[in-house]
């Protein structure tokens, strides 16, 4: 089913939860909600599912307007943060509940249950009580309790939260192949933006209650339209500073202090000779030479602090008052106060206007 | 499981001093009580009691009266004292040997130190009296300094066995720890509970009235209850009694209850909120002046406002409608009253559904009928179980409004409930004939009815599967 928030607004008197949000989410297309909290990704999930009412704007389901129709009405299946079963059901009325209010046969019902649970990995499981499962176990049913009665849409509300870190990787691949393999069009929401770019086709930013961005994740990655974007999205976050871009002769170059890179003249053009400039550059996007060396080209520095992440060492660099992220091979030994000469991908540069906040490459 | 049989067989618990001490304690009780108490129920002659220490003829009972004989006073918590000493003494003895375990060395230690407890206490009340007889005083004294030294043994040889115990079992440590975090409640249940409901049933053996009071009282067994199942007003006042707790309970102190809160509830807050107040009105309104707004109410024309409603009807000549159904009154007086109390109860607990719960159902598909049958009212098993409890108990002895409202009438026992009937009984009787121990006998039972009402609740509603099972952590 494809689903269209046409400037969609939430108010309560003078607080604005969602504001103006136009987006479109193609049949099967598994949706992410990204934002830091309280910046209205809930807010628009319970208006598509009915529980909140738009104070403006329309949701549409297919071509049908369905602000007005109830979340009972609307064909949809949740999964929470906080599982949400009901306590006081077995595992088998809580995944039977949406069918028992459909009023399927019984016949039906217990095997339409059977299967979900089967497919889910807790068939064994039907009879226990929520509180006698594991996290992982209640999200498992949780997620039955949504597919059981076939939605045309799916909606996640920051639903592996809860879960310790390696389950978290578990479902996480899981749900994206369910998703995949059903085809059933989904919204999840989340403030992980690694849950957002690895299970997402399109990822829809949110700050504020505005929508920043909606884009499949790696052009997120690559072409972030906003600050906002650039800082949230991507781990490590991307290193921002403030630079000069000046012309020197045929080079075109950002600088501050004692920090330069070489820009590409396609990439600079439009900051070209403006004294303040946000540039953006990624941890992985800075290479780290140990030693003095002699060149002008990037900039001089000392190790601040090294951290080991396995396959690579993230170093926070020390530039005189400008810290750097940048991911380095663990091989290398540094050490604290070791000295270090950057070098910088001029080509992965992004570059900001620090007033507007956009990006002076891709807006 | 071997190391922990070679350990206790080795380091019995009570091997120390403990166990000497609890032998040393019980023998002087002995000596002091059981012998001549038995020896005195053996005989059955009052004159052996003459060649016993003070202590021993208070501990049996034994007065001397002004003329010279002596009376035999059977306050019988004097008899039990001793008795449950002998039981105490029995049990610890059984493990004074080596072998048992060690929580319950330490219990029944503890058990010796209250029955011992309990008998030096009946002693020392009795003592008292039998000290102002000239004959007995110093005597007296003496064995109860003895008592005392007994009693502080004990209490010694059971704390040192506890210690011991606790060290051995940790298991057993923690369920100290567990009952001393429940001590403030014990207490509170045992002062304000425990000790008024012996205290009514030993007056209701008595024969206690106004009639009688300044002479000693006499223990008349199981008189006052004879008379009390034998009244022929009884089925009526226990049929009363049921109607006016059952109707209450469900129309008003639940029913109305769980409407309003539920209605509450799916309003704004704040006119939940206001609804709520209006509905508290009732309950802290001054009895008397809420009984008087409803005779107004229901007076006859042209002061009693339904009545005037009626008269605008078309509807004349109406009577005053207490008397004319002075159940409906009855039901509806104390319903007023009882519903805010669940309201309160049932709102919260339905404000503290998570949010999620209720979103989950709306999903699901669940409409407002079938969220409150399917979500809200299963999570409110608990606040029910309670609120129902509750209620049940405090209607049971509720009669004030009725009292006012009523008084039990119209005619006999038209409204009479069972503690009205006691209070009547026991506090309020024409004349001024107060028959406290005959009134005690009705109080008494009632408060075994209610108690054996809570057991049933609690059956019921399996107040055990309440209790959240361990979870299983497994995936």
New interface residues.
């Given amino acids: 089913m494809r689903v269209e928030l046409n400037e969609l607004t939430k108010r309560w008197g003078n607080v604005t939860g969602a504001d103006n949000i136009t987006l479109d989410i193609r049949s099967g297309e598994f949706v992410a909600f990204l934002g830091p909290s309280g910046c209205g990704k809930t807010t628009t999930l319970l208006m598509v599912a009915g529980i909140y009412k738009p104070t403006a704007g329309e949701i549409r389901f297919d071509d049908r307007v369905v602000n007005q129709v109830a979340p009972k009405d609307r064909n949809i299946g949740m999964v929470f943060q906080s599982y949400a079963l009901y306590p006081h059901m077995s595992v088998r009325q809580n995944i039977g509940y949406p069918l028992k209010l459909k009023k399927s046969p019984a016949s039906e019902m217990e095997q339409r249950v059977q299967r979900v649970a089967d497919m889910m990995g807790i068939g064994h499981l039907l009879d226990r009580r929520p509180a006698q499962l594991s996290g992982g176990q209640q999200q498992r049913v949780a997620l039955g309790r949504a597919l059981v009665k076939e939605p045309s849409l799916l909606l996640f509300d920051e639903p592996l939260s809860n879960l310790d870190a390696r389950l978290r990787l578990t479902m996480r691949s899981e749900i994206k192949r369910l998703q995949l393999d059903l085809g059933i069009t989904s919204i999840y929401v989340t403030h992980d933006q690694v849950e957002a770019m690895t299970m997402a086709d399109r990822i829809a930013v949110m700050q504020e209650g505005k929508l920043q961005a909606y884009a499949p994740p790696n052009e997120l990655y690559e072409r972030p339209r906003t600050i906002f974007i650039a800082g949230f999205v991507g781990n490590p976050p991307m290193n921002l500073f403030d630079v000069q871009v000046l012309r020197e002769g045929e080079r075109l170059l950002a600088r501050r202090q004692n920090l330069e890179i070489e820009l590409p003249p396609e990439r600079g053009g439009r900051a070209a000779g403006k004294e303040e400039i946000i540039a953006g550059v990624r941890p992985e996007d800075i290479s780290l030479i140990p030693g003095a060396a002699g060149s002008s080209e990037g900039a001089q520095g000392e190790v601040f602090v090294v951290e080991p992440l396995g396959r690579d060492n993230l170093v926070d660099v020390r530039i005189d008052d400008l810290h750097l992220f940048v991911l380095a091979d663990p091989r290398q030994p540094l050490k604290i106060g070791d000295p270090v000469r950057l070098h910088f991908d001029g080509d992965k540069v992004q570059l900001f206007d620090p007033e507007t906040e956009l990006s002076l490459l891709w807006t | 499981m071997s190391t922990n049989l070679t350990e206790s067989a080795t380091q019995p618990l009570g091997a120390g001093r403990g166990r000497w001490l609890l032998l040393a304690a019980g023998l002087v009780l002995v000596g002091c009580f059981i012998l001549p108490w038995l020896s005195f129920v053996i005989t059955a002659d009052q004159r052996v009691a003459l060649s016993l220490t003070g202590l021993q003829a208070a501990t049996i009972g034994l007065v001397e009266t002004t003329d010279g004989g002596l009376l035999y006073r059977s306050s019988f918590w004097l008899f039990l004292a001793p008795l449950a000493g002998v039981v105490g003494l029995a049990l610890g003895a059984l493990n004074l040997f080596p072998g048992r375990s060690a929580p319950w060395q330490g219990l029944l230690a503890l058990f010796i130190s209250v029955a011992s407890a309990v008998a030096v206490w009946g002693a020392f009340a009795a003592s008292q009296e039998v000290a102002q007889k000239e004959k007995v005083a110093v005597e007296a004294q003496w064995g109860l300094s003895v008592a005392f030294i007994a009693l502080l043994l004990l209490l010694v040889g059971a704390l040192i066995l506890l210690r011991e115990a606790s060290s051995q079992k940790p298991a057993f440590r923690a369920a100290l720890d567990a009952l001393n975090f429940m001590t403030p409640g014990t207490v509170l249940v045992i002062v304000f509970f425990f000790l008024p409901a012996i205290i009514l049933f030993i007056l209701s053996l008595t024969d206690l009235s106004s009639a009688n009071f300044s002479e000693p009282w006499t223990y008349v067994g199981f008189d006052n209850y004879k008379r009390m199942f034998s009244d022929r007003f009884f089925p009526k006042i226990l049929r009363n009694t049921f109607q006016y707790v059952a109707l209450t309970l469900l129309f008003f102190n639940v029913g109305l209850a769980l409407l309003l809160a539920l209605l509450t509830a799916h309003v704004s807050r704040r006119v939940g909120f206001l609804f709520r107040l209006l509905w508290l009105l009732p309950r802290i309104t001054p009895s008397v002046v809420y009984i008087v707004m409803w005779q107004r109410i229901a007076q006859q024309p042209p002061y009693g406002i339904l009545n005037q409603f009626l008269g605008w009807l078309g509807v004349e000549n109406q009577p005053y409608w207490i008397p004319e159904a002075p159940w409906v009154f009855v039901v509806l007086v104390n319903g007023f009253v009882g519903a805010s109390f669940g309201m309160i109860i049932f709102t919260s607990a339905i404000e503290a559904i998570?949010a999620?719960?209720i979103?989950?159902?709306?999903?699901?598909?669940?409409?407002d009928l079938?969220l409150i049958r399917?979500?809200t009212l299963?999570?409110l098993?608990w606040p029910l179980l309670f609120v129902v409890t509750y209620q049940t108990l405090s209607l049971l002895v509720s009669f004030e409004y009725i009292l006012l409202l009523t008084n039990g009438g119209p005619g006999l026992f038209t409204t009479e409930v069972w503690a009205l009937t006691a209070y009547k009984r026991a506090l309020q009787t024409y004349f001024g004939s107060n028959q406290w121990a005959y009134g005690a006998a009705w109080g008494f039972v009632l408060v075994l009815i209610g108690a054996i009402l809570s057991v049933i609740y609690l059956r019921v509603f399996r107040f055990n599967d309440l209790v959240?099972?361990p979870?299983?952590?497994?995936?």
Avoid: C, H, M, S
């Avoid at chain 2, 979870?471 to 995936?475: A, E, G, R, T």
């Fill in positions: 998570p999620d719960l979103i989950a159902a709306k999903v699901d598909g669940a409409g079938a399917d979500i299963p999570l098993r959240q099972e979870k299983i952590d497994v995936l």
